[in-house]
């Protein structure tokens, strides 16, 4: 590129982009051929004609100053047609170049009119390249004017700022100044300006980018579809990256107006550049305004004066400002102060000392560049966490999900096996093969009581059932005329508790019966009468058992025992982890079964034995043979431990319900297990084939309780009823109602 003020003679470039025959040299097309004004003995620089046309359109030669210089009048030759382009509007401006009115001398006029660019659009025409000799103008004014205002100019006025209409160029709004007019089909249909960032949109026309966005129900004003970007039109935008402006520090506001740009009649920029290469020019333009590197003090200078500003400038501050020199002047007087400045002494010390600094500072910032690497790793690594971690809880929801439903299927073939169990049972025992001496039969029902029945317990001849009805009822034999055998029916009902009647034992001539209302009372068994009541437990009496003259009761994490004597508590056995809902006491140990464990004490001591771990949730029962260790669970399975080692031998399964009770019968010389369950049926078990021989389904709900007398078992269920089970071989005396 080159400008006005050049060293060389003989360089210039024209508007249609022709090269220069002296230099040789292309860039970006000039207005104007370079050259120093004002210096005597100049010569053989050349620079463009003007033109001028006549009212017919014929275009003539001039050589005249008058006709290169702008005229006022209104003729159709003196005017001159520019087609300015802005941010806010695009149309064609006419209007005669305007005059500084005076801020200039007229030789400066001259001379910078002979500088300026080459010839816009004239009256529609083309602009007509021509040559003119520096001498020639130089005759027409007076020598000495120019070679003055030449030197006031190095001096003051080329070092000042420009007007104000200059500076506002430098806006945010940049301003467009073409040196042709645009083709119409570049021009925006919504905004009336040349494309800015054209896209393609839905409706298959192009638009600004920012007309279709700023409005989000815009719609094309030819066809009324809504406008959507769809992709930019890359061809249109290097068209109008093609087109020539001049430079934006070339062109002021015109008068009178905010958003119409002209060219400058002197002073600014006479280059003319692509569109699409405007911004990288005006980062190096020589005519931009750039700040004085001394402070704010001095006015912004043009970039190409900014050596001469630098030689001439009062605010040359000494290279050790940053120690707190506060020297300022020239830089003739800054070479007399570095004499005495104190700092000049020791700047081979401070720059060691810049060094160092510098060196700490470049390994700060290397280190804080790891820190940042380290977080966004971290970052990383806690965002992969995060991810891994919903990965993991979605996987474990969905394994419990498969979990529940192989549960319910597996619940489901149970039923579904114990069902065709004892269909096959029944089967074998129509087609005889199986003896009917092996069955239990029911051959009794005890119908009383007014509410689901909790608790069973035998003493003597006698059966006490206790309800939700808050009652302990006294089942036994009662002799009639008619019958020589004896007949079973309710003696007495007991009443005293406040709340269900949830255990039954009994010990010598006392019965004993824990309850909801967190008390255990004291029966005498010859005459039924209540002798007393113990507040045993912070929480419900869930269990009783007796042995050795001792009274045990189970409630929530405790285990109390109780003196049958004196009825005062001796001992409280603490460790439990949840209800203790089992008690089984022998003349050695005691049993106490609660969630997923079974405990073992020994009743010598009261010391801990052994701890059973259970697999199926809370141990609802048990019972105890002279080798096995037998629990019901919360889900659904029994399972069997030896008593010498209390590893798991077995697990019986076939309910499909909480295991409520167990209870162990001899049956013809062979020990038979019993189960109650939630699932309304008493399971018989062969505890030396550990196979289920029997189902006694005859309850219309759950099967709460069990216990034995005489070879007969009782059991209890919450449809109120107490059913007696025997085997025919051994039937004494029926049962009746």
């Known amino acids: 590129m080159s400008h006005p003020g050049d ?41 463009p004609d003007t033109s ?37 509007d ?58 003055s205002t030449q030197s006031r100019r190095t001096t003051n006025s080329s070092l000042s700022s420009l007007p104000a209409m200059q500076r506002d160029v430098r806006r945010e709004e940049p301003c467009m100044v073409f040196c042709s007019p645009p083709n119409r089909r570049l021009y925006c249909a919504l905004c009336n300006k040349v494309y800015k960032d054209p896209v393609i949109t839905t409706c298959g026309h192009t638009f600004c980018r920012r007309c279709c966005t700023s409005k989000p129900n815009e719609k094309c004003p030819t066809d009324g579809y809504q406008i959507s970007v769809v992709v930019a039109n890359l061809t249109v935008s290097d068209q109008v990256g093609e087109l020539l402006i001049h430079c934006k520090f070339g062109c002021q506001l015109k008068e009178g107006t905010a958003d119409e740009w ?30 004085c590197p001394n402070g704010t003090t001095c006015p912004k200078v043009m970039r190409k004066h900014l050596d001469e500003h630098l030689r001439i400038c009062e605010h040359v501050a000494c290279p050790h400002s940053k120690y707190k020199c506060g020297f300022r002047g020239t830089r003739e007087q800054l070479s007399e102060h570095l004499k005495s400045c104190q700092f000049e002494q020791f700047k081979e010390i401070l720059s060691e000392f810049d060094d160092r600094i510098g060196s700490l500072n470049r390994q700060v910032k290397q280190k804080n560049e790891e820190i940042t690497f380290l977080r966004q790793m971290l970052a990383s690594s806690t965002d992969r966490l995060n991810m891994l971690e919903k990965n993991y809880e979605f996987r474990m929801e969905r394994q419990d999900d498969n979990q529940a439903k192989l549960a319910r299927e597996l619940a489901e073939f149970k039923s579904q096996v114990g069902f065709l169990t004892n269909e096959m049972q029944t089967i074998a025992t129509r087609a005889g093969l199986q003896r009917e001496s092996n069955h239990f039969k029911c051959v009794g029902t005890f119908v009383g009581h007014d509410g689901p029945i909790w608790s069973l317990c035998t003493h003597g001849d006698l ?17 009639t005329v008619w019958d020589p055998n004896t007949t079973y029916r309710c003696q007495r009902t007991l009443q005293g508790h406040t709340g269900i009647v949830l255990a039954l034992a009994t010990w010598n001539d006392h ?39 001792l009274l045990f009761s189970g409630s929530l994490k405790t285990i109390k025992v109780w003196d049958t004597a004196q009825h005062t508590v001796i001992k409280e056995l603490t460790g439990q982890n949840h209800w203790v809902r089992a008690l089984v006491a022998t003349n050695r140990h005691l049993y106490a079964g609660s969630y997923q464990s079974i405990k073992i004490w020994d009743l010598e001591s009261f010391e801990t034995v052994h701890v059973v771990e259970v697999n199926g949730g809370s141990v ?9 260790l037998i629990c019901g669970t919360y889900e659904n399975s029994i399972h069997c431990y030896s008593l010498e080692t209390y590893e798991q031998t077995n697990t ?48 219309q709900g759950s099967v709460s309780c069990l216990a034995t007398m005489h070879g007969r078992m009782y059991s209890g269920a919450v449809d109120h009823c107490v059913k007696v089970w025997q085997q025919p071989a051994v039937i004494a005396t029926p049962c009746g109602k």
């Open 7 to 47: 060293e060389g003679p003989g360089r210039y470039a024209s508007v249609d982009g022709s090269f220069d025959r002296h230099s040789g040299s292309q860039g970006s097309s000039t207005r104007a051929s370079s050259g120093t004004p004002g210096v005597s003995g100049g010569g053989g620089v050349s620079a």
């Open 52 to 88: 001028s046309m006549d009212g017919s359109g014929h275009i003539e030669r001039s050589n005249s100053l008058n006709d290169i210089l702008p005229r006022n009048s209104n003729s159709s030759s003196g005017r001159i047609q520019r087609y300015v382009h802005t941010t806010s």
């Open 90 to 147: 695009a149309r064609s401006v006419g209007s005669p170049m305007p005059n500084h009115g005076g801020q200039y001398s007229d030789s400066d006029f001259v001379l910078h009119q002979v500088h300026r660019r080459s010839p816009s659009i004239v009256s529609g025409a083309s602009s007509m390249s021509g040559e003119y000799d520096v001498a020639d103008i130089v005759s027409m004014t007076d020598a000495s004017s120019i070679r």
């Open 262 to 291: 002209e060219l400058m009649p002197e002073g600014g920029c006479p280059l003319t550049i692509k569109n699409s290469q405007r911004r990288l020019h005006e980062q190096n333009c020589e005519y931009a305004l750039v700040p």
């Open 463 to 479: 059966v006490y059932s206790g309800s939700s009805d808050n009652t302990i009822k006294v089942w036994g034999p009662v002799p």
């Open 511 to 549: 019965l004993y019966s824990g309850g909801f209302d967190k008390t255990i009372r004291i029966w005498r068994i010859e005459s039924f009468a209540l002798e007393g009541t113990l507040q045993a437990h912070e929480n419900p009496v869930c269990t009783l058992a007796t042995a050795r003259g």
């Open 620 to 628: 609802y029962s048990l019972a105890v043979t002279s080798n096995l």
């Open 652 to 699: 019986l399964a076939g309910h499909t319900g909480t295991v409520y009770a167990l209870i162990v019968i001899s049956s013809q010389g062979h020990p038979v297990l019993f189960s109650a369950s939630y699932d309304r049926a008493i399971r018989v078990w062969n505890l030396e084939s550990m196979s289920c021989v029997q189902q006694l389904i005859r309850h």
